[in-house]
């Protein structure tokens, strides 16, 4: 995942009407959700709510939400219900945010997005959208960027159940069917319904920093952070029943963060043998015991980061780097920055001065 900067918005369950303007006179950050017959009203519902509920630190909506389609009126859903959309393409013109979510047509071969191209009202819509505007697809909502050349040499994600007739139709995307979402900067991408939760979270926690995406996972009641790398929910063989798993391990681990981790301490948790442990680890997690760690250890760094004013070799010895050199390796190979750059983008409202995206420094790096 990148790390880059962005506008923000908010409001207790909804969007849309007049929001008062965050700290320091900056309006909030709009997000247009452009929606099309056969929506998911879950993942629209999911994109009005994750933003919807950040507030600043005084708080202030930091989003505006506004739905929008191709033409105002009825749309359908893929349930037994319509929407009422007010709003045109027009509205996508205002935007700093558009989120385009699935439809049910996404699924149907030959139909529209799934035969790789956009009908003239799609193209001329996305049109109207400003350079720079920052967008993002939920599940087969990428199908619609990946038509518009928007994908093009970008990594991206879908629903898995949608990966090959993705490939074959766009093999300029660089598609990664294994995680939950991707971020290449300006252009987004979720993998399902739930890992669009996951991706509107991390859309908010670059634009505000962890202490609001926090505040909104628990308002929200779900899980404040999961890395984009983590593994789609795939079916896979189920595992041996005698096989205990790896989740009292996993608990330690978040645990014992600062201290020095072997594979064989972590198998010793579950009595298992370190080969049987990291075969069950892959088959329960979807990836190395090794590299779940090292995630770990880098979230618990970016926090530390983000939520307190402790020096960097401090935050290297809480998250179990040991040394600040060690630190910088893993926060620049991960995030592609130092960890006085994460500090100085991603501190939250309200720790210290010039709160804010892209604010300045003045926290120990």
Do not use: K
């Not at 442990?277 to 530390?304: K, Y």
Request: charged letters at 25%; aromatic letters at 4%.
């Amino acid at each position: 995942m990148g790390v880059r900067e962005s506008g923000g918005r908010g409001d207790e369950g909804g969007g849309g009407g007049h929001v008062p303007a965050v700290p320091g006179g900056v309006p909030p950050h709009r997000v247009a959700v452009l929606v099309r017959d056969g929506m998911l009203p879950i993942e629209v519902g999911i994109v009005h709510r994750i933003f919807g509920e950040a507030r600043s630190a005084a708080g202030e909506r930091l989003y505006e939400l506004v739905t929008c389609a191709l033409a105002p009126g009825e749309v359908r859903t893929d349930a037994d219900f319509t929407v009422n959309v007010a709003h045109g393409p027009e509205a996508l013109a205002e935007a700093g945010t558009v989120v385009v979510p699935a439809s049910g047509t996404d699924y149907g071969r030959g139909e529209g997005w799934c035969a790789g191209r956009l009908d003239p009202e799609m193209t001329a819509a996305l049109g109207r959208i400003r350079p720079g505007t920052r967008i993002a697809s939920i599940c087969t909502g990428a199908f619609v960027l990946a038509a518009a050349g928007l994908l093009d040499g970008r990594r991206a994600t879908t629903h898995w159940r949608s990966v090959d007739a993705f490939r074959q139709l766009f093999p300029a995307v660089e598609l990664d069917p294994d995680v939950l979402y991707t971020d290449e900067g300006e252009v987004l991408t979720a993998a399902g319904v739930a890992s669009g939760i996951d991706l509107c979270l991390h859309m908010v926690r670059c634009d505000h920093g962890a202490a609001v995406a926090n505040d909104v996972a628990r308002r929200t009641v779900v899980p404040p952070h999961r890395e984009g790398g983590q593994a789609q929910y795939i079916r896979r063989p189920v595992p041996e029943p005698q096989l205990s798993s790896t989740g009292v391990a996993r608990a330690w681990v978040l645990e014992h963060l600062d201290r020095p981790l072997t594979l064989r301490d972590l198998a010793a948790r579950e009595a298992m043998s370190v080969r049987t442990f990291t075969r069950r680890f892959r088959e329960e997690v979807g990836v190395s015991p090794l590299q779940w760690l090292t995630r770990q250890r880098i979230e618990r760094a970016r926090q530390l980061l983000e939520e307190t004013e402790l020096t960097v070799d401090r935050i290297a010895d809480e998250a179990g780097f040991g040394t600040a050199a060690s630190l910088r390796m893993h926060l620049q190979a991960a995030l592609g920055v130092s960890p006085r750059a994460y500090r100085s983008t991603f501190r939250g409202p309200g720790s210290g001065s010039g709160n804010g995206p892209g604010s300045g420094g003045g926290l120990p790096a």
